[in-house]
């Protein structure tokens, strides 16, 4: 089961070479043609570059406080299988880089976005709490589910330490799952012209923010700060 299982992971290395002409074509077409090129590609580029050095510095953060130690939630370190299994987290980046330049490309009103909407981003964030959270809470329970769990989920669950990167270890159907489900609210303001370049930066960090903190081996946040502030915990999610 487990290498018919691992079978449906396909090797994403090669996705480098399928977005490196991506890179060439958006940088070249704004150095030559600069009045004819959208700057939405170039950035498209910064912004996954930013995902990728965000990431590490959760993997970096998590791997000293856990090296140092103190108080974690489980008190064992991570093994080496699990560092192997988690070396490609950087696939899924690579993925919707793919879907993002494609969709950009493909889409009309993607031409020209504004740098800053704030009626985008608030239908944004509204689009996410509604929709987005209920069809995730949906689809994670159908992920838990025998059916599902044994044939794809179980690999996000393989390991008892979690780390920030282990919110991404996914089957590759889940990935495309997620994408989807995540892609509702940035297709929701682009297609009602309210894009803007902010709004995507802020939502896809806020999802990493989200995955790598809630994915932690020890508590980010103090406990007293959602007592404090009680609403925070409608916007946040810790890993206990």
Not at 77 to 92: A, G, I, L, P, S
Not at 104 to 122: I, P
Not at 172 to 190: G, K, M, R
């Amino acid at each position: 089961m487990n290498e018919l299982a691992f079978a449906i992971l396909p090797s994403l290395d090669g996705f480098y070479v399928i977005v490196a002409p991506m890179v060439v074509h958006s940088i070249y077409s704004f150095v030559t043609k600069p009045e004819d090129t959208d700057i939405i590609y170039p950035l498209i580029t910064l912004l996954m570059l930013w995902r990728m050095l965000h990431n590490q510095i959760w993997i970096s953060f998590s791997r000293y406080r856990t090296a140092r130690g103190g108080k974690l939630i489980v008190n064992r370190n991570t093994d080496y299988e699990q560092v192997d299994r988690e070396t490609n987290w950087d696939d899924q980046i690579l993925f919707s880089w793919i879907l993002f330049y494609l969709g950009f490309w493909g889409l009309e009103s993607t031409r020209n976005m504004a740098l800053w909407r704030s009626d985008g981003v608030l239908l944004m964030f509204l689009m996410h709490a509604g929709p987005v959270e209920f069809l995730y809470y949906w689809l994670h329970r159908a992920l838990h589910h025998h059916f599902l769990f044994s044939r794809y989920h179980f690999i996000h669950h393989s390991f008892i330490v979690t780390e920030p990167i282990t919110s991404v270890v996914h089957s590759c159907a889940e990935h495309i799952a997620y994408f989807v489900l995540f892609a509702i609210p940035v297709l929701t303001v682009i297609l009602t012209g309210l894009g803007s370049i902010a709004a995507l930066a802020l939502y896809l960090t806020y999802i990493d923010l989200m995955n790598s903190m809630g994915h932690c081996n020890f508590e980010v946040v103090p406990k007293w700060v959602f007592t404090l502030f009680p609403p925070l915990k409608y916007l946040m999610y810790t890993p206990t």
